[in-house]
């Protein structure tokens, strides 16, 4: 009985130490971590265009549907390491999501790309690695909803359908065919598996 209690303190002290450090771990280095959710590109070929007056449009558009706390700034974002060059692109954040839209001339093309990113607290990655319970204790902290699931695809097409919105303003008589039905499409990578 008594070697039945000292393991059952033990666990204890190793959960309470782990807990501890997440606590630490979060304040220190922020409360986020970014997971890829989807991403979608095109090449406007033999066509120019500003990427300051594509953002400009496309936050107006972004701004035009109504959607409550969503910020919508420009942000710089590094090419490579700390340092590397960084680039402009438009972010649009709402709830746990984060839209990051580039715009920018490459050859005789105007290339326009997005990453939708989620944003995972720190807390919950490190909850996830904890041995043995660590996925379990994930699903009952951080459960994926239809809610979740939802809001995800939602904010994406809201997004997704702005910027095809813009890009067939700026095109229009420009001699710029039209993207198909499978280029409209964004390519999605699961986030909500575990």
Request: glycine share 6%; hydrophobic share 40%; with cysteine.
């Amino acid at each position: 009985m008594n070697t039945f209690l000292v393991y059952v303190g033990d666990f204890s002290t190793i959960f309470s130490f782990l807990i501890i450090v997440t606590i630490i771990i979060t304040y220190l280095f922020g409360n986020h971590l970014k997971t890829y959710h989807s991403h979608w590109n095109t090449l406007l070929d033999n066509f120019e265009y500003s990427s300051k007056e594509f953002y400009s449009r496309l936050k107006v558009e972004l701004e035009s549907h109504g959607i409550t706390n969503i910020t919508i700034e420009e942000a710089f974002i590094k090419e490579g390491g700390a340092l590397s060059y960084s680039r402009i692109y438009l972010r649009a954040t709402w709830k746990q999501y984060e839209y990051n839209v580039c715009g920018a001339k490459f050859g005789k093309g105007f290339f326009i790309s997005w990453w939708l990113m989620d944003l995972d607290s720190v807390a919950k990655r490190l909850i996830s690695k904890i041995p043995f319970i660590g996925t379990w204790l994930n699903r009952q902290f951080f459960p994926v909803t239809f809610y979740t699931q939802d809001t995800a695809s939602m904010f994406m097409t809201y997004a997704q359908n702005s910027v095809l919105k813009v890009i067939e303003e700026i095109t229009n008589n420009k001699g710029v065919r039209s993207l198909s039905e499978l280029e409209r499409k964004p390519v999605l990578n699961s986030i909500f598996k575990r």
